[in-house]
C-alpha cells in the first residue's frame, strides 16, 4: 500500500481480555517498528523486526505482550489479559534497511486501545 | 543510556512569526543521529528534519531548520513563517544507527498557532 496501515483504529476493551493489533507496512520495507504513545509521554519503543525476525524485543512491558511478522510483512502485536495500564496508542512503523535510511521510520495512524 | 528531554510541554506563536522548539539529549556514542518529527492531530507521525551528527553544518527543510550544539547535546528545531497547519505535537528522537533504527523519543512539545 501507500502507507503504513494499522487496524482496528480504535479498541476497546474489557479488564482480562485479549487483544490483537495489526500493521501492514510499506511494501518492501524490510524493518519494521512498535511502538508505545501513552497520554503525556513520548513514545515508547516495545519491538523492532527486520524480515520476520526480532532482533530488538527489549521494549515489551511484560510477558503479557508479543508480536510477530510473517512473510516480511504484516505483523500483529497481541496483548493478553489486558490492563488498564494497557490503554494507550499504538504505533506501528516501517522503514527500508536501516543503513539506507538511517532514523526515517514511516509511521501509521495508530491504533487507539482503551481497557475499561 | 540514551535520552531525550523536551522541557517545554507547549509552545505557542503566532501566525507568520519564528518559534523555536528545544531539545536536548544525552549519549556516549561520538556517531548518531538526531530528527524532529511532526505528529498532528490525526496522529500520523511526519518526519520533519534529520541531521546527521558529523555534520556540522545544521540541516534545513524550507522553513524549518535546526540549531545543533554537539557539544553541549543540544538540538532545537526553529519554525519560520509560521503556518496554521504547522499546529501539531513535534517529538524530538536520537538514534544511533546501527543495525536498527531504534528511535528514542523526547516527550513532544504541542505547537498551537494563533492566527
Known amino acids: 500500500g501507500a502507507g503504513v496501515s494499522q487496524s482496528p483504529s480504535n479498541k476497546v476493551t474489557e479488564k482480562g481480555k485479549d487483544v490483537e493489533l495489526r500493521c501492514d507496512p510499506i511494501?518492501?520495507?524490510?524493518?519494521l517498528y512498535w511502538y508505545r504513545q501513552s497520554l503525556g509521554q513520548g513514545l515508547e519503543f516495545l519491538i523492532y523486526?527486520?524480515?520476520?525476525?526480532?532482533?530488538?524485543k527489549s521494549g515489551l512491558p511484560s510477558d503479557r505482550f508479543s508480536a510477530e511478522r510473517t512473510g516480511g510483512s504484516v505483523s500483529t502485536l497481541t496483548i493478553q489479559r489486558t490492563q488498564q495500564e494497557d490503554s494507550a496508542v499504538y504505533l506501528c512503523?516501517?522503514?527500508?534497511?536501516?543503513?539506507?535510511?538511517?532514523?526515517?521510520?514511516?509511521f501509521g495512524e495508530g491504533s487507539r486501545l482503551t481497557v475499561l | 543510556a540514551q535520552t531525550v528531554t523536551q522541557s517545554q510541554p507547549e509552545m505557542s506563536v503566532q501566525e507568520a512569526e519564528t518559534v523555536t522548539l528545544s531539545c536536548t539529549y544525552d549519549?556516549?556514542?561520538?556517531?548518531?543521529?538526531l530528527f524532529w518529527y511532526k505528529q498532528p492531530p490525526s496522529r500520523q507521525m511526519i518526519l520533519v528534519i534529520r541531521?546527521?551528527?558529523?555534520?556540522?553544518q545544521n540541516a534545513t527543510e524550507n522553513r524549518f531548520s535546526v540549531n545543533f550544539q554537539k557539544a553541549a547535546k543540544s538540538f532545537s528545531l526553529k519554525i519560520s513563517d509560521s503556518q496554521l497547519g504547522d499546529a501539531a505535537m513535534y517529538f524530538c528522537a536520537y538514534s544511533y544507527g546501527g543495525a536498527t533504527n531504534k528511535l528514542i523519543f523526547g516527550t513532544g512539545t504541542l505547537l498551537a498557532v494563533q492566527p
Open positions: 541531521q546527521e551528527a558529523y555534520k556540522q
Open positions: 512503523a516501517s522503514s527500508l534497511t536501516p543503513r539506507d535510511q538511517p532514523g526515517e521510520l514511516f
Open positions: 549519549t556516549s556514542e561520538s556517531d548518531y543521529y
Open positions: 523486526f527486520q524480515g520476520n525476525s526480532a532482533p530488538d
Open positions: 511494501s518492501g520495507h524490510t524493518a
